[in-house]
């Protein structure tokens, strides 16, 4: 199985997903045990925009966003190496994952946008290419 985990595209598929659950989980578990800093921050950040009203529900959608998507991806790195080596194998739960992660980043990348903050949005680029980029690995 370790050799077949190895391969090129096992092994991308592995290591992206692990990748994208560090990522999602430590970001939406740092918005939930630091819920009070993020909102003050963020509400700062939207005052000047159409989202002034709305910014706890965004940073609950995004935070739940977030932990869903890490945890999707953290159980689709168990089902990739579970099915390592199968024709045609499904990895549903990493798939879920990087979709859900690609979504996330849009709503991230909207609303830095609309708050004109031009520098965040593109930094998340990166982040949105690797997510569809694991999208069409996870159909290989």
């Not at 609303?111 to 690995?137: E, H, M, N, T, W």
Request: glycine residues 8%.
């Amino acid at each position: 199985m370790l050799h077949t985990l190895l391969q090129p595209i096992p092994f991308a598929q592995l290591i992206t997903s692990l990748f994208l659950a560090i990522l999602f989980l430590q970001s939406g578990l740092d918005k939930v045990f630091n819920f009070a800093d993020n909102l003050g921050w963020l509400t700062g950040h939207f005052s000047k925009t159409p989202f002034r009203g709305q910014v706890k529900l965004m940073l609950i959608t995004i935070t739940i966003a977030e932990v869903v998507a890490g945890a999707l991806a953290l159980v689709g790195v168990g089902q990739i190496a579970m099915n390592a080596g199968q024709l045609f194998a499904k990895n549903t739960f990493a798939m879920y994952g990087a979709q859900l992660a690609a979504l996330d980043i849009v709503m991230l990348f909207f609303g830095q946008r609309i708050a004109k903050d031009y520098a965040g949005a593109a930094s998340l680029v990166p982040y949105f290419i690797l997510c569809v980029g694991q999208v069409v690995l996870l159909t290989l």
